[in-house]
């Protein structure tokens, strides 16, 4: 069966430093997203991407994040300057048509020490 | 504003018995869908079951049932036969078209411990 896949599954990072999490969407998916769930607290959304650009984001998707498709396969979520409070559970996820069909990847744990 | 409310933060259960885990939701959308999610100490995100809001009959998947209340907002999980293996978070979630997009909205969750 397809998957997402997102590399690394743990990254620790210093603070202030940036970091790159890299996912790559089931390949005839067209929509792209990321959803972030801080340590025993629920899982949120992030952005959507389609069509090489941002279709929706959060208030959470503030300055330090963005997103890329640098190629026909990767999908990117950076963040800047990496805060203590940005250490969470990051998922990818992606959908064919843009519809209820998600898949998510099986996330990068993301620390900053 | 689209809310999801997990009022059960813990649960257990003895393997082999049934238990339901509840969930209400609060929308002024008329088309959206409806998903449990099984989280287990991996962290992966694992689809357990989803209802489309249009179709009244409840779905299934092997042990697990959903009864669904449209009117109440009410989205419960029934998990039969329970076994060592159903040990694990489980999220309720919503999901509606955004501004062009499809997303969700989950619950705070329900830690299930299935016992020996």
């Known amino acids: 069966e397809p998957e997402v896949t997102q590399t690394p599954s743990h990254q620790v990072t210093q603070m202030g430093q940036e970091v790159i999490l890299r996912c790559v969407p089931i390949s005839n998916h067209l929509y792209f997203y990321w959803y972030r769930q801080i340590l025993g607290q629920k899982v949120e959304f992030l952005v959507s991407f389609y069509n090489n650009e941002i279709s929706e984001k959060s208030e959470i998707f503030d300055d330090q994040f963005s997103v890329e498709r640098p190629d026909g396969s990767n999908f990117t979520l950076k963040i800047r300057s990496t805060k203590l409070e940005d250490s969470a559970m990051y998922f990818c996820?992606?959908?064919?048509?843009?519809?209820?069909?998600?898949?998510f990847g099986s996330g990068t744990r993301l620390t900053v020490v | 504003a689209q809310t999801v409310t997990q009022s059960q933060p813990e649960m257990s259960v003895q393997e082999a018995e049934t238990v339901t885990l509840s969930c209400t939701y609060d929308?002024?959308?008329?088309?959206?869908?409806l998903f449990w999610y099984k989280q287990p100490p991996s962290r992966q995100m694992i689809l357990v079951i989803r209802?489309?809001?249009?179709?009244?009959q409840n779905a299934t998947e092997n042990r697990f049932s959903v009864n669904f209340q449209k009117a109440a907002k009410s989205f419960s999980l029934k998990i039969s036969d329970s076994q060592l293996g159903d040990t694990a978070m489980y999220f309720c979630a919503f999901m509606f078209l955004g501004s062009g997009t499809y997303k969700y909205i989950f619950g705070t969750g329900t830690r299930l411990k299935v016992l020996a």
């Open positions: 209802q489309e809001a249009y179709k009244q």
């Open positions: 929308t002024s959308e008329s088309n959206y869908y």
């Open positions: 996820a992606s959908s064919e048509l843009g519809t209820y069909g998600y898949t």
